[in-house]
Each structure stands twice: as C-alpha cells, then as structure tokens.
C-alpha cells in the first residue's frame, strides 16, 4: 500500500522546484516559500515572497497602478507554465485556475480547479439539479 503522504510530500516537492525554477528563469527572483493544500478536486497554492524588487520599488513609490500592470504582465508569463506544471506533475486536466497576488504582502494564492477522472470510463456522472431560487 502506498503511503499518501510521503506520495503528497513528494509532488509538493516536485511541483515545489518547477515554481521555483519558472520564477528565477523568468523573474530572477527567488520564492521564500510555497504552501499546498489539496483536495480532491482542487489545489490551493501559496507562494510567499512573489513579488520582485521593481514591483516593490514602485508601489511604495506611489506607482501602485504601475506596479500593477507590471505583475498583470508577469502573470500572464507565469500562469500559464504554472496551470501546466501542475497538470504535468499531478496527472490533471485543470479547467479553472485562479490566481491574484497582493504586492502589499508579497504574497500570490493560486487555486487550481481539475476535472476528475472517472476510475471506470464506462460510468456516468450524476448531476443534481439547481434548486429554484
């Protein structure tokens, strides 16, 4: 039997070293700390000390509009290689991912939301109806 925690243990680790890597090739910034938490269907990401020295520079400068559009521009670079290092690592299919940082705290969450793989193709997937309003 497998042990599910040393399992979870080793993809946060893996998926720990891509992130870190993608943000000193992009950035040359180096992440302090990532923290997970997975659920069946989804994974919450907190990445602390996301956000780069001119980001800092700038909204401290009174330039948070600037500093803004600057870590839109980073996202847009970084989301992407991250929504597809999770699928990559974790074996998934993400059909939403979420993500914002907060220059303030130099703190980016990122949730990731899969679709679930049936462990027997042939079943079918119960659906509820929505409750009128």
């Not at 996301?50 to 980073?74: C, G, Y």
């Not at 991912?97 to 027997?120: K, M, P, V, W, Y």
Request: glycine share 0%; no cysteine; proline share 5%.
């Amino acid at each position: 039997m497998m042990d599910v925690n040393l399992t979870q243990k080793k993809l946060e680790t893996t998926l720990s070293n891509r992130i870190k890597t993608l943000y000193e090739k992009e950035l040359k910034h180096q992440l302090k700390e990532i923290n997970y938490q997975l659920f069946k269907d989804k994974l919450i990401i907190i990445m602390e000390e996301s956000v780069t020295q001119p980001e800092l520079i700038l909204n401290e400068s009174s330039k948070e509009d600037l500093a803004k559009r600057v870590r839109n521009f980073f996202d847009q670079i970084l989301q992407p290689q991250i929504k597809n290092s999770i699928e990559e690592v974790l074996k998934v299919t993400i059909v939403d991912f979420l993500s914002d940082t907060t220059i303030e705290t130099s703190r980016t969450a990122a949730i990731a939301i899969f679709e679930l793989q049936s462990a027997n193709p042939s079943s079918e997937t119960i659906s509820y109806p929505t409750p009128p309003r």
